[in-house]
């Protein structure tokens, strides 16, 4: 397979982000974006990148932190995380700007356009839903599910969340504040929820009985092909 990748480099509000970009053989296709974890744009969000670009899109991994930092330790990835948990504005803009970077990169269909994100990646993408933006659709793996400030424009997007049953970083309150917001929002929205899946549920390194982290195969393959099968429906 003829596939290309490449890191592509831009600014916003006077900061540099670094992204990760695989192009699929196909001329035109759709984009989809990958928002990181809390430990920022590593290994694990390119590697999806590329198995992206396998089933024929253009994937482009984000960089939140700006300047592709990345966490080595759990108070390092708090750390960087927490001011945009914390600044949810923030937040938004600099997703909106990763995809209107996106939008004019070489090949891409530019009216295909989807966010898929990981743990905190999770979060931003539903946010990217929340802030009116013009996607067919996000896909939030075991993603954060605060609530946050929603667009006058109200949520565009098709919504995909999921969700390990046993996450102790999104216990079932939260679960139930989140479908209450956005079906009052009037969203087109979705929830699976793997039984027995904790948080982090595709990642296989990410088993730290002190912060709820196992990685689950079942929940990995089935949450990647109820992603595909979403995508089939949104494109």
């Known amino acids: 397979m003829n596939m290309k990748t490449e890191n592509f480099n831009y600014s916003f509000d006077e900061q ?10 196909n001329d035109r296709a759709p984009l989809v974006l990958i928002a990181h974890a809390w430990g920022g744009r590593d290994n694990f969000v390119e590697e999806k990148a590329i198995e992206l670009a396998k089933e024929g899109f ?21 750390s960087l995380m927490t001011p945009l948990v914390e600044d949810r504005k923030k937040l ?32 931003v993408v539903l946010d990217l839903a929340r802030s009116g933006a013009d996607v067919k659709g996000v896909v939030s793996f075991h993603g954060l599910l605060m609530d946050s400030e929603i667009s006058e ?9 999921l969700h390990g ?3 102790p970083m999104v ?47 079942a929940a990995d393959k089935r949450s990647w092909q109820s992603m595909l099968n979403f995508f089939a429906e949104i494109f």
């Open 16 to 25: 540099n982000y670094s992204t990760f970009v695989a192009y699929p053989e």
């Open 58 to 78: 253009v994937a482009m991994a984000i960089d939140m932190y700006g300047d592709g930092k990345q966490g080595t330790t759990i108070e390092e990835n708090q």
């Open 92 to 123: 938004k803009s600099i997703i909106n700007a990763a995809l209107e970077q996106g939008k004019n990169l070489e090949g891409v269909d530019s009216s295909k356009v989807a966010a898929i994100g990981y743990c905190f990646g999770g979060m």
């Open 153 to 161: 424009q109200g949520i565009k997007s098709k919504i995909l969340v």
């Open 165 to 167: 049953e046993r996450d």
């Open 171 to 217: 216990p079932p309150s939260m679960v139930n504040e989140f479908q209450k917001d956005i079906t009052e929002a009037g969203a087109d929205w979705q929830l699976h929820s793997y039984g027995n899946a904790y948080h982090s549920f595709t990642n296989k390194e990410a088993n730290d009985s002190n912060l709820g982290t196992q990685y689950h195969e």
